[in-house]
């Protein structure tokens, strides 16, 4: 009986490998039969598993063709318009992988492929995910067609673009004859009423189209992006030189020195257009002449701005997790003196802050006199290009 216990005590190690080639075996053929194309790249970049997909995707059938190159010799990205999407660029997936998961349509082009059939680019729903779990960083990329519902939501973003931009015309032309009307000393007070009435809900339609256009673009990831990478200070500047007197008049900056010298990357119109839409937006649901306030700072790699507007109007907490949807509007609580909302505003401003790779949210101010002088305050986070960009210099080294 002594005899046989080295034999039970080999046996159970042996039986335990046994089990576990059994289980990665059956891992194997599960990712196999998907058709979602997946890989497995290192901190470096370079390929350390692929699927059966992704073997016939990027290396003719061969996995060998692909495990250990770079990405970029395997494949290139590119925006849905055709536009280039080369690494350096923080929206590229590589980049976009350091700050977490995410997902984003994209022309794949893969490198290595002989078939002309498979070599064309092909449009995808890139997804990453970093795989933290493991002893060394990795980052998991999977790749698959888009289903109908997809599709047809694409479609229809793309109908909507097209129609706002045909839009743009008819009501531009409209815009300028009504402004030639007015001009007319002739007009009658009976006749400028109504005429001022046209032409503020034309002014209304333009915006209206203005924000459509603006939000179908970044739908369709056609927004014509231009990054620049700048002290915070410049862009701040950019922004209060577009405004006229009275608006700068009613705008209050405390912005730290810190904040201001700290570089950040962003589009300067993007950021413009956020700041404005949030400008109009307290003015809308004030007395019309609050101050515009603006703080900022910097911790933890990140700029963090506060934009309060000292509100005066009545508004419900409850209404605040709706304020950032597409057409949500809180006309309850909009001085009568102002012309009715798009319901656009702050959902332009919310895709373009994402655009940028921030992050925002809404809250009211704290006051505990009275529930109905709580004005709505606005955070924007921007990371710095240092956290963005963390490393891309070396992954972006000579290839052997």
């Not at 059966?52 to 059938?61: D, E, L, S, T």
């Not at 577009?242 to 700290?262: G, H, N, V, W, Y």
């Amino acid at each position: 009986m002594a005899a046989d216990q080295p034999d039970n005590k080999n046996r159970e190690p042996n039986e335990l490998v046994v089990q576990l080639r059994q289980s990665l075996g059956l891992l194997r053929v599960a990712f196999d039969a998907t058709e979602e194309a997946m890989l497995i790249l290192d901190e470096h970049h370079h390929v350390r598993w692929v699927n059966r997909a992704a073997a016939q995707c990027f290396g003719n059938g061969l996995a060998l063709r692909v495990i250990g190159k770079r990405f970029q010799q395997v494949a290139t990205f590119r925006h849905p318009d055709q536009r280039d999407l080369p690494q350096e660029d923080y929206q590229h997936p590589l980049s976009q992988a350091k700050l977490g998961d995410g997902q984003m349509l994209l022309l794949i082009q893969p490198l290595l492929v002989n078939d002309s059939s498979l070599s064309t680019a092909v449009q995808r729903m890139v997804s990453w995910k970093p795989i933290t779990e493991l002893n060394e960083p990795y980052l998991l990329i999977v790749f698959r067609d888009l289903d109908p519902l997809e599709k047809a939501l694409q479609q229809q973003r793309s109908f909507i673009n097209k129609l706002a931009h045909e839009l743009r015309t008819p009501l531009a032309i409209i815009s300028g004859n009504l402004k030639r009307l007015s001009r007319f000393s002739k007009l009658d007070d009976a006749m400028l009423r109504p005429l001022e009435d046209v032409r503020s809900e034309t002014k209304r339609m333009v915006g209206l189209v203005d924000k459509l256009v603006v939000l179908s673009e970044l739908d369709t990831d056609q927004f014509a992006w231009s990054f620049e990478r700048h002290p915070f200070q410049v862009f701040i500047e950019l922004w209060l030189d577009s405004l006229d007197q009275e608006k700068r008049s009613l705008i209050q900056l405390s912005i730290s020195e810190q904040c201001m010298a700290r570089e950040v990357e962003l589009d300067h119109s993007a950021f413009g257009r956020v700041m404005n839409n949030l400008f109009d937006n307290s003015q809308r649901f004030t007395s019309g002449t609050n101050p515009f306030m603006i703080h900022g700072s910097f911790h933890h790699d990140c700029i963090d701005l506060l934009v309060t507007d000292g509100g005066t109007l009545a508004v419900d907490d409850s209404r605040l997790t709706n304020v950032f949807d597409r057409f949500s509007k809180l006309e309850e609580n909009r001085n009568p003196t102002f012309g009715e909302g798009s319901g656009l505003g702050l959902a332009v401003v919310k895709a373009l802050v994402a655009g940028m790779n921030g992050t925002v949210k809404a809250s009211l101010e704290n006051n505990h006199d009275s529930e109905k002088s709580r004005g709505i305050k606005i955070s924007i986070i921007f990371p710095s290009p240092n956290v963005i960009n963390a490393d891309i210099s070396s992954d972006l080294e000579d290839i052997d």
